[in-house]
C-alpha cells in the first residue's frame, strides 16, 4: 500500500499550482509574442504595398489623378478578392465532395432529414415530365362500380323520410313510447 500511494502522487499541490502558473505565464507570453508578431507584420505589408499619400500642396489636378490610382489599385484588389471567394468556394464544395465519397465508401452515409411535400399526382407528373404531361391521373374514375346490398340501417333511414315529420311524431310523451316500443 505504501508503493501505490507514492506513484500516486509524487508532486505536492503546491508544486503542482506552481507548475501551472508557470506554464500559464508562458502561455500568455508566447500569445503577446504573436501578436506583436502579427502587429510587425501588418505594418511591414502596408509599408510595402501601401507608399504615404503626399496630399499637401497639391493641385486639383494631382489629386485627381491620385484618386485614378486608387481607384484602379481598389479595382484590382477587389477583383482578387473576388477570385479568392470563388477559389475558395470552389474547394469548399470539393471538400464536401470528397467527404459524401468517403461516407459512401465507409457505407455509413446519413441522410438528410427530408420535408414532406403535399402534391397530388397530376402536379407531380407535371413537375417531372413538364409539357409532356397531358393525362390526369383521376384514380376514381378507374374504379368499378360495386352495387351495395341494403343494410337493415340504411332501409330505416329510407323510411325516415323527411327529419321533421320524423321529430313531430315523436314529440310529446307518446313519441318517446313509441321509440321505446321500436327498440324492443
Known amino acids: 500500500m505504501g508503493d501505490d500511494e507514492q506513484?500516486?502522487?509524487?508532486?505536492?499541490?503546491?508544486?503542482?499550482?506552481?507548475?501551472?502558473?508557470?506554464?500559464?505565464?508562458?502561455?500568455?507570453?508566447?500569445?503577446?509574442?504573436?501578436?506583436?508578431?502579427?502587429?510587425?507584420?501588418?505594418?511591414?505589408?502596408?509599408?510595402?504595398?501601401?507608399?504615404?499619400?503626399?496630399?499637401?500642396?497639391?493641385?486639383?489636378?494631382?489629386?485627381?489623378?491620385?484618386?485614378?490610382?486608387?481607384?484602379?489599385?481598389?479595382?484590382?484588389?477587389?477583383?482578387?478578392?473576388?477570385?479568392?471567394?470563388?477559389?475558395?468556394?470552389?474547394?469548399?464544395?470539393?471538400?464536401d465532395d470528397l467527404n459524401l465519397k468517403v461516407f459512401d465508401l465507409k457505407g455509413k452515409f446519413k441522410r438528410p432529414p427530408l420535408k414532406r411535400v403535399r402534391m397530388s399526382a397530376d402536379a407531380m407528373l407535371r413537375a417531372l415530365l413538364g409539357s409532356k404531361h397531358k393525362v390526369s391521373m383521376d384514380l376514381r374514375a378507374n374504379l368499378k362500380q360495386v352495387k351495395k346490398e341494403d343494410t337493415e340501417k340504411e332501409k330505416d333511414l329510407r323510411d325516415v323520410g323527411d327529419w321533421r315529420k320524423n321529430i313531430e311524431e315523436k314529440a310529446g310523451m307518446e313519441g318517446r313510447k313509441k321509440m321505446f316500443e321500436g327498440a324492443e
Open 7 to 95: 506513484k500516486k502522487s509524487k508532486m505536492t499541490s503546491s508544486r503542482r499550482m506552481h507548475l501551472k502558473s508557470l506554464l500559464l505565464s508562458l502561455a500568455k507570453s508566447a500569445i503577446e509574442k504573436e501578436e506583436a508578431d502579427r502587429i510587425t507584420e501588418k505594418e511591414r505589408y502596408m509599408g510595402e504595398h501601401c507608399a504615404p499619400l503626399q496630399i499637401s500642396g497639391a493641385s486639383m489636378a494631382d489629386l485627381q489623378e491620385i484618386c485614378k490610382k486608387l481607384h484602379g489599385t481598389i479595382d484590382v484588389v477587389d477583383e482578387e478578392r473576388y477570385d479568392m471567394e470563388i477559389k475558395v468556394t470552389k474547394t469548399a464544395k470539393e471538400i
